[in-house]
């Protein structure tokens, strides 16, 4: 048994020592905190020695009560800058309730710690957040400010309230096609003035089908005979049930969206006026409707509050344009320059290498709203007849899709971190001076590289001229 044991024993791995820090890191931060986040517990991380009864680390719940507790045992423990994960939404009351007391609170990004072997326990985890934010290692998340915050807060509100209603008016078009009734086919959009006055009075009782068409608006492009061939179906209790209750919750959700758009426009009422007191210039004129789109004037108030109309660059209308703002906020100078800003969006080529070589360019994933709404901004050029949709196309054609659209979003990027930082105006200079320059710049490379080949390029016309004179 004896001998059993000892060979036990010497089968182990050896422990590894623990290895001590470089004297070459400075404390940066003497007075730091690290805490890992949970959604029923919290430990805390202070420098050795501050508690007085010699507990490094505590663990706190998630109660109101007791994060005040944690703050107030900061204060004691003479902590002035904390260092925390951005685990779920679990960050954001103890973050706000130690920005209110006063801490310098940094937001850490998990992906930047997960790589650490070694560090499995909560304990181990705020130490080591503790640790490295001593030595100035912990780079904060961009948070805007309080003001941003809340309209921030806001638009995520409407633009849930957006995405429930949508999901209802589908729930609308099933229980219309389940009666046979095609009303999609020949009005553009079922929630438009037409397609819900036709709806409202189906619901009222109304079956006749030349009764319905007679509330055709009068900017519909089909005629009434052909609408009233698309109303005659099929009229059973359990759809007209089902198309019912699909409008009141679409009529829910439009109320809860109106309301949310007050708020946002009485927000942004109160932020700082950039303009100098400068009228807004006229909205450009955009083809076709967006039915979520706010229902308040955006465009003043954008104006108002960045100095800058974004809705002259094109894509960019009034929802993209509030998306933007409350994501980044109105303060450029936190990212030094625009290939910083568009680094930080996640909208330009990776550079993974290894050994010399190129293993991948593609952007880094990222889940920025601000970004989103410039892809979205970025696929809606293709048919636009302006310098960014011929951009737009040309490297659709080159490139494909999804990495033409990477690129116009960051170029969209760029335009608006030079209007917001430095006032300019964005001025089109149309598709025909874009596709103008492209073809001088394929003329130039075209001449370099035919001289390089000792050859000289000249034009048809004049090969033609030169040989009718001989």
Not at 34 to 56: L, N, Q, T
């Amino acid at each position: 048994m004896g001998q059993s044991h000892s060979n036990s024993r010497q089968g182990r791995k050896p422990r590894r020592a623990k290895v001590p820090v470089p004297p070459e890191l400075q404390h940066v931060n003497f007075d730091a905190a690290g805490i890992d986040i949970g959604s029923e517990e919290h430990y805390v991380a202070v420098p050795c020695g501050r508690d007085p009864e010699g507990r490094d680390v505590r663990p706190f719940g998630a109660f109101t009560g007791e994060l005040c507790a944690l703050a107030d045992w900061l204060e004691d423990c003479g902590v002035r800058t904390v260092a925390m994960e951005s685990t779920g939404v679990y960050w954001i009351p103890l973050f706000e309730l130690l920005e209110q007391r006063g801490f310098e609170v940094k937001l850490v990004n998990p992906r930047h710690l997960k790589n650490v072997p070694g560090r499995k326990t909560d304990v181990l985890d705020c130490q080591w957040l503790q640790q490295l934010h001593t030595y100035g290692l912990l780079q904060g998340s961009f948070r805007p400010d309080g003001e941003i915050c809340v309209l921030r807060s806001y638009l995520r509100q409407r633009e849930t309230l957006v995405e429930y209603r949508s999901s209802h008016i589908q729930h609308i078009q099933k229980a219309l096609d389940q009666m046979n009734l095609k009303l999609h086919k020949v009005v553009s959009h079922i929630t438009g003035v037409t397609g819900m006055s036709i709806v409202r009075a189906i619901l009222k009782g109304e079956r006749d089908p030349r009764a319905l068409a007679t509330l055709r608006n009068h900017r519909c492009h089909n005629p009434e005979v052909v609408i009233a061939k698309a109303l005659e179906g099929n009229w059973r209790e359990e759809h007209l049930f089902a198309l019912e209750q699909a409008v009141e919750l679409f009529d829910a959700y439009t109320q809860k969206i109106e309301a949310c758009d007050a708020r946002i426009e009485a927000h942004l009422g109160t932020l700082e006026d950039r303009s100098g007191g400068k009228e807004p210039p006229k909205p450009q004129r955009r083809p076709g409707t967006n039915t979520s789109a706010p229902g308040f004037d955006a465009h003043s108030h954008l104006y108002r509050v960045t100095g800058v109309d974004l809705t002259r660059i094109d894509g960019i209308a009034e929802t993209t344009a509030l998306t933007v703002i409350g994501e980044i906020g109105l303060d450029m100078t936190l990212w030094p320059s625009e290939k910083h800003f568009a680094s930080w969006l996640g909208l330009c080529p990776g550079n993974k290498i290894s050994g010399g070589k190129r293993l991948s360019g593609r952007t880094k994933p990222c889940a920025n709203r601000a970004a989103t709404a410039l892809r979205v901004a970025a696929q809606s050029l293709y048919h636009s007849h302006s310098a960014l949709g011929a951009f737009s196309r040309r490297l659709k054609a080159r490139l494909g899709a999804s990495k033409a659209i990477t690129a116009t979003a960051h170029k969209l990027a760029r335009i608006v971190y030079r209007m917001l930082r430095y006032g300019q105006e964005y001025v089109d200079v149309g598709q025909d001076y874009y596709e103008q320059r492209y073809r001088d710049r394929q003329l130039k490379g075209l001449e370099r590289k035919a001289k390089e080949l000792g050859y000289n390029l000249s034009k048809i016309q004049d090969l033609q001229q030169s040989v009718a004179a001989e």
